[in-house]
C-alpha cells in the first residue's frame, strides 16, 4: 500500500487548504482513512478519520467545525478541507490507513510522506 499526500502550503491566518492523500495497492478499500499532524517537537496528534464508507467520521476537538474529511464514493482519495486555518494548525500533515477508526496513531498500518501546512498570522 502506497499514500501519496500532497495540497500543503503557505497560507494567511483565516485562509482555507485542502489536503488529498491518494492510496494504492490492494484490499485498502475496507480501511479506516485518517489524517494526522506534527509540529515541530511535538508527538504526532490525530485531525479526522472517515470509515470505508465515507459515512462515519471522527474529528479532534481542535478542529471541528473547521474542517472536513472526506472520502468520496468510498474511494482510494480522502479530502482534509481546512477552513479558518490558524497558525496553531501548522505541522506536517500525515495520512494514514488503518482498521479502526481511532485517534491513536499506533492504529493506523501505513503512512503517506507528509505534506507541510504552515499558517501564518
Known amino acids: 500500500v502506497q499514500l501519496q499526500a500532497s495540497g500543503g502550503g503557505l497560507v494567511q491566518a483565516g485562509d482555507s487548504l485542502r489536503l488529498s492523500c491518494a492510496a494504492s495497492g490492494p484490499r485498502f478499500s475496507n480501511y479506516i482513512m485518517g489524517w494526522f499532524h506534527q509540529a515541530p517537537g511535538k508527538e504526532r496528534e490525530f485531525v479526522a478519520a472517515?470509515?470505508?464508507?465515507?459515512?462515519?467520521?471522527d474529528y479532534a476537538d481542535s478542529v471541528k467545525g473547521r474542517f472536513t474529511i472526506s472520502r468520496p464514493n468510498a474511494k482510494n482519495t480522502v479530502y482534509l478541507q481546512m477552513n479558518s486555518l490558524k497558525p496553531e494548525d501548522t505541522a506536517v500533515y500525515y495520512c494514514?490507513?488503518?482498521?479502526?477508526?481511532?485517534?491513536?496513531?499506533?492504529?493506523?498500518?501505513?503512512w503517506g510522506q507528509g505534506t507541510q501546512v504552515t499558517v501564518s498570522s
Open positions: 472517515v470509515d470505508w464508507s465515507g459515512s462515519t467520521t
Open positions: 494514514a490507513l488503518g482498521r479502526i477508526l481511532s485517534p491513536s496513531p499506533p492504529m493506523y498500518d501505513y
